[in-house]
């Protein structure tokens, strides 16, 4: 039996705040709560991969899950500079950033928003 490969989420946010909820769910999710640079379950925020401050965008390209301390830890570096001086660095998950920040995507979780509908009943 063949599966497909692409499973798609659609959903409808109720409001603009309730969209953005759940864009930054997505992403952790995508990463499975888990930081994109040490693996680490603890205490999970989303990071600019290219610092704002250095012109990164806030696209999900240039956003992952991050705990805490790796988040502090790398503040306005550049990442890869940072990360290959990390303990934790390891091949696998650069690799694994630098795809998420070509499609934003990482394995096949596709989470798709539909563009908002005026609909008059
Ligand atoms: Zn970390």
Request: net charge positive.
């Amino acid at each position: 039996m063949v599966l497909p490969k692409v499973i798609s989420l659609i959903f409808i946010p109720a409001s603009a705040s309730e969209a953005k909820r759940m864009w930054k769910e997505s992403i952790k999710n995508d990463w499975k709560h888990k930081c994109a640079y040490c693996g680490s379950e603890h205490e999970i925020t989303l990071d600019h991969i290219v610092p704002k401050a250095k012109g990164g965008t806030s696209h999900t390209t240039n956003i992952v899950a991050c705990c805490r301390s790796c988040n502090a830890s790398k503040a306005y570096e550049d990442w890869i500079i940072w990360y290959i001086q990390q303990p934790f660095f390891t091949e696998e998950r650069r690799e694994a950033i630098e795809k998420w920040m070509e499609k934003g995507l990482l394995n096949n979780n596709l989470v798709a928003y539909p563009p908002r509908k005026n609909v008059v009943y």
